[in-house]
């Protein structure tokens, strides 16, 4: 079945880094675009990042751009996302998703709190 890990959460002062993993299981990780999506308190989840299976063209939100780098690894099935310049409002639950057949797959999500 398809499994989603998500790692390297956790607290970082502001303008500090954090990287974060996601591991991938149970599918073709090559052939699938991958996504970060973050979510928080009170919040709609909201995408961050995507990068594409063939190509590895990516995609950020304007929140994010020029401080965040999504990237993967197709031979380790994992995908990145590198955190830079963090802000309080980068404050939420990270989570990885890849869509099959129309179908969401989501990760249990990691925490990342900014503040000093």
């Known amino acids: 079945q398809v499994q989603l890990v998500e790692s390297g959460g956790g607290l970082v002062q502001p303008g500090g880094s954090l990287r974060l993993s996601c591991a991938a299981s149970?599918?073709?990780?090559?052939?699938?675009?991958m996504r970060w999506y973050r979510q928080a308190p009170g919040k709609e989840r909201e995408l961050v990042a995507r990068i594409f299976s063939l190509s590895g063209n990516t995609n950020y939100a304007d929140s994010v751009k020029g401080r965040f780098t999504i990237s993967r690894v197709n031979a380790k099935n994992t995908v990145y996302l590198q955190m830079n310049s963090l802000k309080p409002e980068d404050t939420a639950t990270y989570y990885c998703?890849?869509?099959?057949?129309?179908?969401?797959?989501w990760g249990q999500g990691t925490q990342v709190t900014v503040s000093s």
């Open positions: 998703n890849t869509v099959i057949q129309s179908i969401d797959y």
């Open positions: 149970g599918f073709f990780f090559n052939n699938y675009a």
